[in-house]
């Protein structure tokens, strides 16, 4: 039995190896599931910090467009910026303004019929009571000397071009 016993010895040795082989590697993967849920709450959580951090700039955003709005809006706000940019009293803008207000009475006929019928001023109302007079809306008796004193009055208490339609 001498090669036998060589035999046996090797395959002896053979299964002793596999056995012990096998005995150091593992049966199963590690179960990394654990790590693996870390990882994605860690995910999560930064992707809702972005998310958190985008609404709160956005608010901001809101806040400071509502802010200048009210700003812009505001009249005491808008002589202080344009104040506070180098502009010294009235800006372009009032001056035009004021300037279309006044337009029409410094015109070339603006002041028209100014100098008549100094000391006869009569009241819009005065102005009426005439007209309801035969002299003026009578055809048979119309007076034309008390047609141009009602008309007279209406320039004076109007001056300017009348534009119908203009004046309620």
């Not at 990394?32 to 956005?58: G, H, M």
């Not at 400071?64 to 700003?71: D, F, G, V």
């Amino acid at each position: 039995m001498g090669g036998s016993e060589a035999l046996i010895a090797s395959v002896f040795t053979q299964v002793a190896g596999t056995a012990l082989g096998m005995a150091n590697k593992p049966s199963a993967p590690p179960d990394n599931s654990a790590q693996l849920a870390a990882e994605r709450e860690a995910r999560e959580e930064e992707q809702r910090k972005k998310e958190a951090d985008e609404r709160r700039r956005q608010r901001e955003n809101v806040t400071e467009a509502r802010q200048l709005e009210q700003k812009r809006q505001d009249p005491a706000a808008k002589r202080q910026t344009t104040l506070a940019n180098g502009a010294t009293g009235l800006t372009d803008a009032a001056v035009i303004s004021a300037f279309a207000k006044i337009a029409p009475l410094v015109l070339e006929g603006g002041f028209r019929g100014a100098g008549r019928g100094y000391g006869e001023k009569h009241s819009r109302e005065q102005l009426r009571e005439m007209m309801k007079d035969p002299r003026f809306s009578d055809p048979a008796r119309l007076d034309k000397e008390y047609v141009k004193k009602v008309n007279d009055g209406f320039d004076t208490l109007y001056p300017g071009d009348y534009i119908p339609g203009s004046r309620i």
